[in-house]
């Protein structure tokens, strides 16, 4: 039987194209391996999003490449395939395919092209995760001036409805209880008759799915129709990641995010009024060309007027081809770093006061699996984006409970269930 290793790197949408790779290999007769070494198809799927993401990438290549066996084919997929295309072949000889993030949905051809003469089956029945990706819509129009990722991923495209749907009921068909949407900005899904929040009313309709998420929206066009969609469907979860960037007009405007700070916070007051108990989390650049120590602070005034849930917080990574390439990067490393810190301190005070705020009150998790090393605790999330412990007997994962948070620590809630 032979053997297929994944490596994937960079975000959701890397992670659900993966899954849809290894369903096909599998569908071909392939069996996943524990261990590279034994593996005969070992598969990078990368990201450009930052330096340190591809250089990380190019390590594992290089490992891979050394420790696979004799003939074991070495497959570059993902966003730094696309960016680098064959030229990774010269850098790394072992590799034998380099396949770019815009050729994702040609993967049914190439993979047949690879592996001629391999029988298709209907894939083996395989127990699935309680959670799920779906992508719903791919590529992106924004050009944020820092950013690679319209470059890798091509211009935006939305997966028609009905597709959408059938996918997401063989999921739930197969044990799935939460799926997340995916896309570079959800917002911009259009079908031709259905925009995003459209989009949610007909997919709450799907029996057996019992919860929505979705990342990421732009704050351009994130608006009142979508937010009072999440505030009527039950099935959503409360939860907006709007990804923020910086606290500076001056910045925000050099990045070209088509937004003003006050309309950020415009924003997040709406999702607040409609939306009391949801989950806000963001992203945050520091030491974008010219952020000077005032445009840093007024980041840190935003990230303690808005109280983030959580965030995930970068130094900014010059990336060649983009229009912040060209501008002069002035801000020394070691301010980077010591911004980023800075920033890291703020949030992870923020993010500690919110989980305690919640202890002593009742949330509804989804069980989402048991902890491998305490095997007395169940994992789970709440309809935010908090992560949740559970210590009971006679739970499994997909069930729905109601519990009561005991304790928080650090990032995770302990909870008891509430009979
Ligand atoms: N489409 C998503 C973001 C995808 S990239 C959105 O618009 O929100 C994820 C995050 O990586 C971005 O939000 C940004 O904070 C960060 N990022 C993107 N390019 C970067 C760069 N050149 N340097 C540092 N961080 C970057
Ligand atoms: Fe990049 Fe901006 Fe597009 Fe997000 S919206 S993927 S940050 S260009
Ligand atoms: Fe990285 Fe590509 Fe996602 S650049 S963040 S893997 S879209």
């Not at 490992?63 to 696309?82: D, P, R």
């Not at 002069?328 to 705020?357: A, F, H």
């Not at 739970?395 to 302990?414: D, E, N, P, Q, Y």
Request: charged content about 30%; overall charge positive; hydrophobic content about 35%.
């Amino acid at each position: 039987m032979p053997l297929f290793y994944f490596q994937t790197f960079g975000c959701q949408m890397n992670v659900a194209d993966s899954e849809q790779i290894r369903k096909k290999l599998m569908m071909r007769g392939f069996k996943p391996s524990l261990s590279p070494d034994k593996a005969d198809i070992i598969v990078v799927n990368t990201c450009s999003v930052r330096e340190n993401a591809e250089i990380r990438a190019r390590v594992k290549i290089g490992e891979f490449a050394k420790s696979k066996k004799e003939n074991a084919s070495l497959w570059v997929i993902g966003c730094m395939a696309e960016r680098l295309g064959d030229k990774l072949k010269r850098i790394i000889p072992e590799i034998d395919l380099v396949i770019g993030a815009k050729r994702i949905d040609e993967i049914d051809g190439i993979i047949e092209k690879q592996l001629p003469g391999c029988v298709c089956s209907k894939l083996p029945e395989t127990e699935s995760n309680v959670t799920d990706f779906v992508p719903v819509m791919r590529g992106c129009n924004n050009y944020c001036t820092y950013c690679i990722v319209p470059y890798v991923r091509g211009p935006e495209h939305s997966i028609p409805v009905g597709e959408i749907e059938n996918v997401i009921r063989e999921k739930v068909t197969n044990g799935v209880k939460e799926i997340t949407l995916l896309g570079q900005n959800v917002n911009s899904y259009n079908d031709h008759e259905t925009d995003f929040p459209d989009l949610l009313y007909k997919i709450a309709n799907i029996k057996g799915l019992e919860r929505i998420r979705f990342t990421t929206s732009h704050p351009k066009d994130c608006n009142e129709k979508l937010i009072r969609a999440i505030a009527e469907i039950p099935k959503m979860s409360r939860h907006v990641h709007l990804p923020v960037q910086a606290g500076s007009d001056k910045i925000l405007k050099m990045m070209n995010r088509n937004y003003e700070s006050f309309q950020y916070l415009e924003l997040v007051d709406m999702i607040k009024k409609y939306l009391p108990d949801a989950d806000i989390t963001t992203d945050i650049m520091v030491g974008f060309p010219g952020e000077t120590d005032k445009d840093f602070r007024e980041t840190l005034q935003l990230v303690k007027q808005v109280r983030y849930t959580t965030a995930f917080m970068f130094a900014y990574s010059v990336r060649e081809g983009t229009e912040a390439a060209s501008m002069v990067d002035n801000v020394p490393k070691e301010i980077k770093i010591s911004r980023l810190n800075e920033l890291i301190n703020l949030q992870t005070s923020i993010t500690k006061e919110i989980y305690s705020n919640v202890v002593g009150k009742e949330c509804e998790v989804l069980i989402t699996g048991q902890q491998k090393k305490r095997d007395r605790f169940w994992m789970g999330q709440d309809k935010g984006c908090k992560k949740v412990l559970v210590s009971c007997n006679s739970i499994k994962a997909g069930m729905i409970l109601k519990v009561r948070a005991v304790r928080s620590s650090g990032m995770t809630l302990i909870c008891e269930r509430i009979v």
